[in-house]
């Protein structure tokens, strides 16, 4: 895989997929404008990666909330999951 397309050995498409599904499930986002937001996440998050680039220390810190943001669409598909499977 392409470097630039992982922050943190994350790939950009499946947290960009997972911030998307959470948008839709939380704010409401029609599914007509998921491809619109998944656009204009793409392009935020490739910026973060070239600015990340040109400063280090923003660097540090822009994997670092990635990482969170990945930490929490997982617990949170785990929890659903696990709800989903118990019936509760």
Known sequence: MVPELLI??????????????????????????????AVVLGMVLAVGVQVSQLFPAFGTWFEVVVLGMVAG????????GTKATLGR
Request: net charge neutral; charged share 10%.
């Open 8 to 37: 943190g050995g994350v790939p950009l498409v499946a947290l960009i997929v997972a911030l998307v599904e959470l948008a839709r499930q939380t704010l409401g986002l029609e599914s007509k404008y998921a491809p619109v937001a």
């Open 73 to 80: 669409l997982l617990a949170c598909g785990i929890y659903s």
